[in-house]
């Protein structure tokens, strides 16, 4: 939709503001993952001779999903911006909300039932797995309460006159 | 193992190479002459097609001479010798032939540049080809999956890796095979180039979203599994693999790119045309003229078609 009022936003561009948000969440959150846990610290393996197969196909797409989606969230938020109706507090929200979530199923389903990787070895793993799945759980807390609060703000907000 | 042994094995082989470089060679001209013809009447050609064909045409040229260049490296400098048989040098060919190129080459939008400077029947034949069953049938999705990954499953988890080491004229096939099932899947997914039933953007995107999980999950499994067979000592398999997986995932980025730039470009000229609209009508305020259908990523054909006069 093409709407010159800025004030105006419709329905489809707050729900595309929340969708940039979660893609550019997970993506960042793969990014991280992949440059500072895999290359730079060298703490998470590539393969750990304990990894199922599961293990090495949910990664696989996760890998290759995290990176179709940071480009995906980057050309949605440039079209929002061209079009001058980006729902900044829904790109945040939805923002939080990806990173947490794949942060979250990281820690507890690819690390703990798919046993991919674990978050280091040779160390005490409990510290570092409360760390990173709390982390990413209040993320994902935080992305859903901001996500009310814009709701709740839109819906007290005048409906426009047509 | 001494690569020279392969091209003792028939002159059509030692011959080969230098068959594809003339191929390539006469590509090349075409394609110049070809730009040269449209900007001599006036046309415009963008210049970075001409770029990314010089990169495909580029790609194609070191895959030819990487192997020569490999083996003469270790007399000219005190290095160790690279065994192009192993799966690194194979990982690096793989990736400039199957990926690389046919991603440029598909940018390069040859197809236009024919039906913009053919005439007559060359143009009638090439229109004929392109809306042929056969075309729309190798351009759906399951099709362009198959043979583009499923066959890489094929060759790198099975003995079929091992039997082109024997089988000289097997692996210029399945090199022939890579670079052709690799256009296949840029030209899919770029779709620059005009192609009859042209999938919607989301499920170009979703094709590439598996295409990229099951390569991913492909080098995975290879590095897991020391495979494929006669790939070379583990080391060179793991280090074969990891180039396929960072390797795939630069062009895969590349890819996602393509495919959105294209879909970001359309929506922009929708866009700017409603805005144009929009004053020319002056208020802008009524449904019909302030609004134009969006265009999400999902319904990229379908928009496609309605804008099209007739």
């Known amino acids: ?162 | 193992m001494a690569p020279g042994s392969m091209a003792g094995s028939g002159p059509l082989l030692r011959l080969g190479p230098v068959l594809v470089f003339l191929v390539l060679l006469a590509a090349m001209v075409a394609y110049g002459i070809g730009v040269a013809r449209l900007r001599a009447r006036g046309d415009h050609w963008p210049w970075s097609r001409s770029a990314a064909a010089a990169i495909g045409f580029g790609c194609l040229v070191a895959v030819l001479v990487l192997d020569p260049v490999l083996d003469l490296v270790p007399l000219l400098v005190p290095v160790h010798p690279v065994d192009v048989m192993a799966l690194p040098a194979h990982a690096v060919r793989h990736l400039l032939l199957a990926m690389t190129a046919p991603l440029a080459l598909a940018i390069s939008a040859p197809i236009t540049l024919a039906l913009r400077t053919f005439a007559g029947r060359p143009r009638r034949t090439l229109l004929t080809v392109l809306h042929s069953r056969l075309a729309r049938a190798l351009t759906t999705a399951p099709v362009v999956l198959v043979l583009d990954v499923g066959v890489m499953y094929a060759l790198y988890l099975t003995p079929l890796y091992s039997a082109t080491h024997r089988h000289p004229y097997l692996s210029a096939l399945v090199h022939v095979h890579f670079f052709l099932a690799g256009c296949l899947f840029s030209w899919y997914l770029v779709a620059v180039d005009p192609m009859p039933g042209r999938a919607s953007t989301r499920t170009r995107m979703l094709v590439l979203f598996l295409a990229a999980g099951s390569h991913d999950l492909l080098a995975k499994l290879m590095y897991a599994h020391l495979l494929p067979q006669h790939g070379g000592s583990p080391g060179q398999i793991r280090l074969g693999a990891q180039i396929m997986f960072y390797g795939g995932d630069v062009i895969e980025i590349a890819l996602a790119v393509a495919v959105l730039s294209g879909w970001y470009a359309r929506t922009g000229r929708q866009l700017s045309r409603a805005r144009r609209r929009q004053s020319e009508t002056g208020t802008g305020t009524g449904p019909g003229s302030a609004e134009v259908s969006d265009e999400t990523p999902g319904t990229g054909t379908s928009a496609r078609s309605t804008s099209r006069p007739g």
């Open chain 1, 1 to 162: 939709m093409v709407h010159a009022d800025p004030n105006r936003q419709p329905e489809a561009m707050t729900a595309r503001s929340l969708t940039a948000g979660v893609l550019i969440g997970i993506g960042v959150a793969a990014f991280l993952d992949e440059t500072v846990f895999h290359q730079l610290l060298h703490w998470h393996h590539f393969y750990d001779r304990s990894t199922p197969t599961a293990g090495l196909v949910s990664d696989g797409f996760f890998h290759a999903g995290g990176w179709l989606c940071i480009v995906g969230g980057l050309f949605l938020f440039a079209d929002l911006q061209r079009r001058g109706s980006t729902a900044t507090g829904r790109v945040w929200a939805g923002g939080l909300i990806g990173w947490g979530g794949f942060q979250l199923y990281d820690g507890l389903i690819q690390h703990k039932i798919f046993r991919l990787h674990q978050i280091r070895y040779h160390v005490d793993l409990l510290p570092y797995d409360l760390t990173w799945n709390i982390l990413a759980g209040l993320g994902l807390l935080a992305g859903l309460m901001l996500l009310l609060r814009s709701a709740r703000a839109r819906s007290n907000r005048p409906q426009p006159t047509r």
